[in-house]
């Protein structure tokens, strides 16, 4: 029997593009968002008044593709953005009426998916691999 495969990087890109593809589908059927979306929506929703460099940096995303990403979400109604109380150059992100009812149209998935992996992991699993994405996710690769 051939060794599993060990390429971690290659595993992970190929898990993350896999799972990326069927949320985003899942996602838009239930919600009309993204998954880059509904990060996004929960951000602002967690941190009312956060920024789009504070969003940026909360994503692990360059202010750029964040700018883009906002721009998109305001266009759709589902985020407010006002200036900044202090800093002239800045904008604050609000969740509006809209983003929130995307988000509750989009929980019912969430739950849906995270069943469907801790059936495929077991409880265990599904908590061991939760560990292991927040260490990856925050992780600093000297």
């Known amino acids: 029997m051939p060794e599993p495969d060990q390429r971690l990087f290659f595993l992970l890109q190929r898990a ?10 899942r996602l838009l059927a239930a919600a009309g968002i993204t998954t880059a979306q509904l990060g996004a929506l929960f951000a602002v929703r967690d941190e009312p008044g956060i920024t789009q460099q504070q969003l940026a940096r909360t994503l692990g995303l360059r202010e750029s593709a964040v700018t883009g990403l906002v721009g998109r979400l305001a ?10 109380p ?6 604050v992100l609000e969740l509006t009426g809209d983003g929130a ?3 509750d149209a989009a929980q019912p998935e969430v739950d849906r998916f995270n ?15 939760a560990a292991a994405m927040r260490a ?4 600093e690769s000297p």
Do not use: I, M, P
């Open 136 to 139: 990856l996710a925050y992780w």
């Open 101 to 103: 009812a995307a988000l």
């Open 115 to 129: 069943a469907q992996v801790r059936a495929l992991l077991g409880e265990d699993g599904f908590a061991q691999a």
């Open 86 to 91: 202090r800093e002239h150059r800045a904008v």
């Open 16 to 25: 993350a593009h896999q799972l990326r593809t069927a949320s985003d589908r």
């Open 75 to 84: 266009a759709a109604g589902l985020v407010a953005k006002r200036a900044h």
